[in-house]
Structures are given as structure tokens and as C-alpha cells.
């Protein structure tokens, strides 16, 4: 049998003895040239795939991560009807206090509970409704609370001409609606609280506090 070197050597003979020497010098050249830019082309294609590869890899690592980091905002309008009662006076000023809890994670935010993590206030207002009894009974001085935040204070404030009038009170100090929205966002519910002196000689005086917040917050996972 022949050797795998000996043969190649034959058929080099047999080919520069058909071809001529120089022809087929030529022509292996060529074939190595190929040979050279064919492998060069397929490491090209390679390393570009590999380069595919892994900016497609790092695009699904981004897209991943911002859609996990997805801020949700969801809006709730919150109106609450607090009711309060004034027991008749005598012929002085009486002291009062009067609390009631609020809870803001109904209606839209009933879904989110423990799940706020950044609270706006966007709008804030109170009125004095469905009012019953002496309509000449006055709060001689008062303040309106949420959590320890004065949102308002009233003085010689007769409430029938107000719920008569249909009258609304709007809130409009940004510091004190970032602390209100701040206490939201830690807790599930606040403190509304009517305390003063009144005067209501004729008769108790019945009504309802109506409150009414619109807010914006962002959810967290």
C-alpha cells in the first residue's frame, strides 16, 4: 500500500506534468487565497453572531428590569360624609371635640392596601351638609384636623348658613397637603377631628362633614 504522503506527492507530479509547473503553482495559490478568505468570512459571520447574541441577550436583561421597575399610577377620588353631633348649650360656650376615622384605600385604592409608595393630594375640600337643628348655634372658635393638620379654622362660624349655602371650602397650602399625603402613604387611614368651643342655646345642632380629596398615587410590587 501506498503511503498518504507518498501518493499526494504523485498526484502533484501528475498535475504540474499535465498542467505545466508555473499553471499549476497558479492555481494552488488561488485555492489557498479561497481557502484563507472563506475561513476569514466564516470567523466574520461567527463573531457577529456572537455580537447578536449578546446584545439581544442584554436587551431582554433591560427590557426585564424596566418592566419590573414599571411605576403604577392610579387615581382615586375619595368623597367622605362624616357625621357629627352638637348637644345643646346653655347660656355659655361649651367645649367639643369630635373624631373620626378616615380610610382612603376605598374605591380605586381598595386594590393597592399596604402597596402606595408615593402619595399626591391633588385636590382637597370641605363642606357642611344636611344640616339640622339651631340655625343660630355658631362654632365661637374651632379648628378642623387630619392627623394634627389644621386644614382649617373657624371663628363666630354659623355651620347652618353654611350647608344652606352649599358653601365649599378649598385647601390650598401645598405644605400642608404634602403632610396630609404623607400620612396617607404611611398609614391606611387618618384622624379627622372638629374640636372647639360652640354656642347652640335652642337646640343640639346635627350635620355632616363632607370631605373630598383627590389623589394620584404610584403603586409599588
Not at 71 to 87: A, D, F, G, M, Y
Request: with cysteine; glycine share 4%.
Amino acid at each position: 500500500m501506498f503511503s498518504r504522503e507518498r501518493t499526494s506527492g504523485a498526484c502533484v507530479q501528475v498535475c504540474e506534468a499535465s498542467f505545466g509547473s508555473e499553471v499549476w503553482g497558479s492555481l494552488v495559490r488561488k485555492i489557498r487565497k479561497n481557502s484563507r478568505k472563506t475561513y476569514s468570512e466564516v470567523t466574520t459571520i461567527n463573531a457577529m453572531k456572537r455580537i447578536l447574541y449578546v446584545c439581544v441577550s442584554f436587551f431582554i436583561l433591560v427590557s426585564c428590569e424596566t418592566i419590573e421597575n414599571i411605576e403604577l399610577k392610579v387615581e382615586n377620588n375619595l368623597t367622605e360624609r362624616i357625621p357629627v353631633r352638637i348637644s345643646q348649650t346653655a347660656n355659655m360656650e361649651e367645649s367639643f371635640d369630635f373624631t373620626n376615622t378616615l380610610d382612603i384605600h376605598s374605591g380605586d385604592f381598595s386594590q393597592f392596601e399596604n402597596k402606595i409608595a408615593e402619595l399626591t393630594i391633588m385636590h382637597l375640600s370641605y363642606a357642611f351638609i344636611d344640616f339640622t337643628g339651631d340655625t343660630n348655634g355658631s362654632i365661637t372658635s374651632g379648628v378642623l384636623e387630619i392627623d394634627d393638620v389644621v386644614i382649617a379654622e373657624k371663628t363666630d362660624f354659623n355651620v347652618s348658613t353654611a350647608a344652606a349655602a352649599g358653601t365649599v371650602f378649598h385647601v390650598t397650602d401645598v405644605e400642608k397637603l404634602q403632610r396630609i399625603a404623607s400620612i396617607f402613604t404611611g398609614d391606611i387611614d387618618a384622624v379627622v377631628r372638629l374640636k372647639g368651643a360652640v354656642l347652640s342655646e335652642r337646640d343640639a345642632m346635627d350635620f355632616k362633614i363632607e370631605l373630598r380629596l383627590d389623589m394620584i398615587a404610584t403603586m409599588k410590587e
